[in-house]
């Protein structure tokens, strides 16, 4: 009966048997797409990744930032142009797509919506001012 318990658990817990995705694995799931991503059941943004793990970054207002994602220490860690601070996540590939633990915190998560059919619509650069 305990085997059988723990059994449950371990299967109501695919998160904990899970590994993190390699830097080769997050290249080979992203590189050519555009993901779209959510956080508490809202849209947050989108990301088209680029080949040689460059990205760009929008919170889908037409508004983008060009990056780069490099692996390091077992987290997948992104560099903008406007802020060269690295932010890390930790990445699980599941049934439904990617999430993202924000620092390898689970209460600080995205999670993959979709794949957009286009890359994302980027303004071109403000004028004036």
Same mark, same amino acid.
Not at 11 to 18: E, H, M, T, Y
Not at 94 to 103: C, E, F, S
């Given at each position: ?8 658990? +371990? ?14 694995e997050f ?23 680029l ?12 508004k ?13 860690? +992104? ?5 060269p ?35 994302? +619509? ?8």
């Amino acid at each position: 009966m305990k085997y059988a318990a723990a059994l449950a658990l +371990f299967l109501a817990s695919p998160a904990l048997a899970q590994e993190p995705m390699t830097g080769a694995e997050f290249e080979a799931y992203t590189t050519g797409k555009t993901l779209l991503y959510g956080i508490g059941g809202q849209v947050y943004g989108g990301e088209d990744y680029l080949p040689g793990r460059k990205v760009r970054w929008s919170f889908l207002d037409g508004k983008c930032l060009d990056g780069t994602w490099y692996e390091a220490a077992g987290q997948i860690c +992104f560099a903008y142009v406007d802020d060269p601070t690295p932010v890390c996540w930790v990445f699980f590939e599941t049934g439904d797509g990617l999430v993202a633990h924000l620092n390898g915190d689970e209460t600080q998560s995205l999670y993959e919506t979709g794949e957009a059919d286009e890359p994302l +619509f980027c303004l071109g650069p403000e004028v004036g001012a």
